[in-house]
């Protein structure tokens, strides 16, 4: 039971350009949304949050997008640069409680110049 | 910079045996969570300690598996008689515990457990 769904498992953008990655989740009980980024080697860094009572979420070039009633939420990253080419996984839990995060399988961003 | 530091990086073992893992927290986080990542996957929820105490374990952590974080401060993870699926990067994470809200894990840099 993937609650949390990434289903584009690759994205191809140009240096400078919009990059939207997109993230699907099942479980209405979710109020709080995440997005880490994953170099190879390393662990996930954390970029971007989102609490279920906003609907934008702004960190220079990074935009969270929050559609509750769809349950989608989305990542842009303007300008993109070579630097933002990595695995990018959304997650999802609930604000009280254990933090316990749901991942979504990722989505491999690569920039090209 | 004092992030999550885990130990060892790389960890490669016969099947049947037992393997344990280090981790070490950001110190002012008194939330430890320890997270299973395979190919292709995000990571998944193993278990989660408050301070020493472990609050709440995933139907993933079968009776092979133990965490531990006896004063608060690092945890281990320990695998018995380890098999060809338990290969996977094991991560670990902290967090401040926050009354109100929520504030985002910090990770690792995991250790990557080959069982041949």
């Known amino acids: 039971d993937q609650q949390v769904k990434q289903n584009s498992p690759s994205l191809s953008v140009q240096e400078g350009r919009i990059s939207i990655l997109n993230c699907d989740y099942t479980?209405?009980?979710?109020?709080?949304f995440l997005w880490y980024k994953k170099y190879p080697a390393e662990g996930p860094t954390f970029l971007i949050s989102?609490?279920?009572?906003?609907d934008k979420n702004e960190d220079g070039r990074f935009t969270v997008f929050l559609n509750k009633s769809a349950k989608h939420l989305s990542l842009h990253i303007v300008p993109s640069q070579p630097g933002d080419s990595a695995v990018y996984f959304c997650?999802?839990?609930?604000?009280?409680?254990?933090?316990?995060?749901?991942f979504g399988q990722g989505t491999r961003l690569t920039i090209n110049p | 910079d004092t992030g999550v530091s885990q130990d060892p990086r790389h960890k490669i073992t016969k099947r049947g045996q037992n393997v344990t893992f280090r981790c070490d927290p950001i110190?002012?986080?008194?939330?430890l969570y320890w997270y299973r990542q395979t190919l292709g996957q995000g990571p998944e929820f193993l278990t989660y300690?408050?301070?020493?105490?472990?609050?709440?374990k995933s139907r993933l952590l079968s009776d092979r598996f133990s965490a531990e974080r006896p004063k608060g401060s690092f945890s281990t993870l320990e695998i018995q008689r380890t098999e060809q699926g338990d290969s996977a990067m094991y991560l670990c994470?902290?967090?401040?515990?926050?009354?109100?809200?929520?504030?985002?894990?910090?990770f690792g840099n995991g250790t990557r457990l080959t069982v041949t």
């Open positions: 994470a902290s967090s401040p515990f926050r009354s109100k809200g929520n504030s985002p894990l910090h």
């Open positions: 997650a999802a839990s609930l604000i009280q409680g254990a933090q316990k995060l749901v």
């Open positions: 989102i609490s279920s009572i906003k």
């Open positions: 479980n209405s009980m979710f109020d709080y």
């Open positions: 300690f408050q301070n020493e105490a472990q609050l709440e």
């Open positions: 110190s002012e986080h008194n939330r």
